[in-house]
């Protein structure tokens, strides 16, 4: 594809004559001198010690391409754009229509159990999708989740990659982005206050008055809403016009008689508040005693963030959103958003998040940002269409590196389970990130000892490496690449080791990277391995079950198969809600489990490849939009809370009105 420059400034089109320069990869010059759009560093640009990365981001804001330029490379047509300033812009759903058939190579970044050292999964995955773009001239995108504001302004920090390594702009993309997560913070707070808005209503009016007031129009006439109508249907009542309803229907109709001590759907916000997670609402007088302990999600944590993710299109988007499971009633029916009436208005709030987000790298390769549901309570992976659409623009012979949250035990398993299973995708290929100084943590060492050479505890913490790779090769079927992300502290008979080790496992490669220091260039010979696991014949994809195995097998079969457990443990409640699933139609759903992340167990503090555990199964719930049954394994958070010392302190606005200190 030919970059059209007519519309580039004279600066632009000058520095796109000038890349990539001597330093770059030959292959890089071959793409150039082709006419594809390229974005290098030149090995001068690559600085000593390495800056800060929201330095390197606004360094690089001054040579960065405008959207319009990849918007040309990529093919897309000017009507399947909507742009959000000079450097980013929504893609339409039907972008790939006027695309030849033919997809992409499919990759899924996944990682080791996380350690509080870091190991760079988002900064790998922009390395990586600048070597393939940028150094070995392939077509590739890569798809990552939006960051939720509550981890950029607590601990973690933003989740834009990092060193020379980066989605950029670095500020949009650690904050507003396009709005999508406050669209989700709208929506889902507009359902919250629907419901008890209904148990309000329901609780002070009579039969009569409540059934006058529901049917009747801004207008004045009496009819019924098409919720409503869909409501009637549920009931089997096929009378449409509101007066010839007997009195017995319009009561059916009108009281959905929710059990407030059901409501399930709490409030959300998009910022780590630790005095939310218990809240008492309805205590002015005009709700006359109408109170109930509740509680707020981070914004993230909404199923709402899941629904968008897993949604193919408008129509499936909707369909999931009506049918929510929000309350029961007293009689213990299930309560959808349908039925409470504003699923079409929560659609109304949403349509533009289907759209992904087009961004970029620091190299100028194409970057899609959608969808941002946690890996450790939700699935943790960015939305099946920014996926299949980043497939399809790239064409045969181009890459799609897809980044799954936490370790491969969870969004990576949950990446193949539910959101594989939802798209019909499958994966060529995975990636699995590694650090030396991790293995040596999972091995039973202190954050200051995992900084010291040590053979043996590398050799022990490989434990945890190994089952990742296995799980991919061997209960996925998906030739694997581990990429090992260099520190200053690795030795060279700790990173042979590892190599050794990873390949005798089956590894398909296990390659050295030195991404965030050195950008793409340092992740080239990655790159290569990744190219080439894409090609290679694996055991062949496959599922951990199959949808149609009964809901207790399947996390039986999670938990053995996939975490190295001898079983699991099962309350009588638990078992109880479990055969309840399977007889209200929920037993085809894929298995969502909620557990840590530090860990292939349900015990934070077994590191390594823990065997023999038996899983506490505490509790189990069901997405009804999001399509898959939650298993709790513990306590797990949906509100985090802030630290003694926030991010937000480095954080400001200089009076250039730049961001300052965003990690």
């Not at 991790?438 to 190994?466: M, Q, S, Y």
Request: with cysteine; aromatic share 6%.
């Amino acid at each position: 594809a030919t970059v059209s420059v007519l519309n580039w400034s004279e600066k632009e089109r000058t520095r796109m004559s000038k890349r990539p320069c001597e330093d770059a990869a030959p292959e890089a010059a071959k793409r150039a001198r082709q006419g594809v759009l390229a974005n290098a560093y030149r090995k001068e640009e690559l600085l000593r010690p390495v800056p800060a990365d929201i330095d390197i981001a606004q360094t690089r804001a001054e040579t960065m391409l405008p959207i319009k330029a990849l918007i040309d490379d990529l093919g897309i047509s000017e009507d399947h754009v909507n742009y959000y300033g000079k450097y980013k812009a929504k893609v339409t759903l039907s972008a790939t229509s006027a695309k030849v058939a033919g997809k992409g190579k499919y990759v899924v970044v996944a990682g080791i159990n996380p350690t509080p050292l870091g190991e760079g999964k988002s900064t790998t995955t922009m390395g990586l999708t600048q070597a393939i773009g940028a150094h070995l001239g392939r077509r590739v995108f890569a798809c990552v989740r939006q960051p939720s504001q509550g981890p950029t302004f607590g601990v973690k920090g933003g989740a834009a990659g990092g060193g020379y390594s980066q989605a950029i702009p670095m500020e949009d993309f650690n904050l507003h982005g396009t709005g999508d997560i406050h669209a989700i913070t709208a929506a889902n707070n507009l359902l919250a206050a629907a419901i008890d808005a209904r148990v309000f209503h329901e609780g002070t009016q009579p039969d009569e008055p409540l059934f006058r007031r529901l049917v009747t129009s801004p207008d004045g006439k009496q009819s019924f809403a098409p919720p409503m109508l869909r409501r009637l249907a549920r009931l089997g009542i096929t009378e449409t016009d509101p007066a010839k309803l007997t009195k017995e229907e319009r009561v059916r109709f009108a009281r959905l008689n929710i059990d407030p001590a059901t409501i399930s759907w709490r409030r959300v916000t998009d910022v780590n508040d630790r005095f939310l997670r218990k809240v008492t609402v309805g205590q002015g007088p005009a709700e006359k005693n109408k109170t109930r302990e509740t509680g707020y999600d981070i914004s993230v944590a909404s199923e709402i963030m899941a629904i968008l993710a897993l949604a193919k299109d408008m129509n499936d988007y909707r369909e999931r959103l009506r049918a929510m499971v929000v309350a029961k009633s007293t009689d213990g029916a299930p309560i959808t958003a349908d039925d409470i009436g504003c699923a079409g208005a929560l659609l109304a709030l949403l349509k533009d998040t289907l759209e992904p987000t087009l961004m970029q790298t620091l190299e100028g390769t194409p970057v899609f940002v959608h969808a941002g549901p946690f890996a450790n309570i939700a699935h943790g992976n960015s939305s099946v269409v920014a996926d299949d659409i980043a497939l399809r623009l790239v064409g045969e012979g181009g890459f799609v590196l897809t980044e799954a949250g936490f370790g491969a035990d969870m969004g990576g398993e949950k990446f193949c389970n539910i959101k594989c299973r939802a798209s019909g995708l499958a994966p060529d290929a995975a990636v699995v990130v590694a650090t030396v100084r991790a293995l040596k943590f999972h091995a039973g060492k202190t954050i200051p000892e995992c900084g010291v050479a040590d053979l043996d505890a590398v050799r022990t913490g490989f434990a945890n490496l190994e089952r990742h790779i296995r799980n991919f090769t061997d209960t996925f079927g998906v030739p694997t690449v581990v990429v090992l992300n260099r520190f200053a502290t690795d030795s060279d008979a700790e990173i042979a080791l590892v190599q050794e080790l990873a390949k005798a496992t089956g590894a398909h490669d296990c390659v050295v990277s030195t991404h965030w220091s050195d950008g793409g260039a340092g992740a080239v010979n990655a790159a290569a391995a990744v190219v080439s696991a894409a090609s290679a014949k694996g055991k062949g994809f496959a599922f951990t079950y199959p949808s149609e195995m009964p809901l207790k097998e399947k996390i039986e079969t999670i938990c053995k198969r996939v975490y190295g457990a001898a079983g699991c443990s099962y309350t009588p409640e638990v078992d109880a809600k479990l055969a309840d699933f399977e007889k209200m139609g929920y037993g085809s759903f894929p298995i969502c489990m909620a557990k840590t992340q530090y860990s292939f167990s349900h015990d934070p503090k077994l590191k390594g490849a823990p065997t023999g555990f038996t899983v506490p199964i505490k509790d189990v719930r069901v997405s009804c939009g999001a399509r898959f049954v939650f298993p709790l394994l513990g306590e797990i958070s949906t509100m985090p809370g802030l630290p003694t010392r926030p991010a937000y302190y480095q954080i400001d606005v200089a009076d250039d009105g730049k961001v300052l200190g965003l990690s």
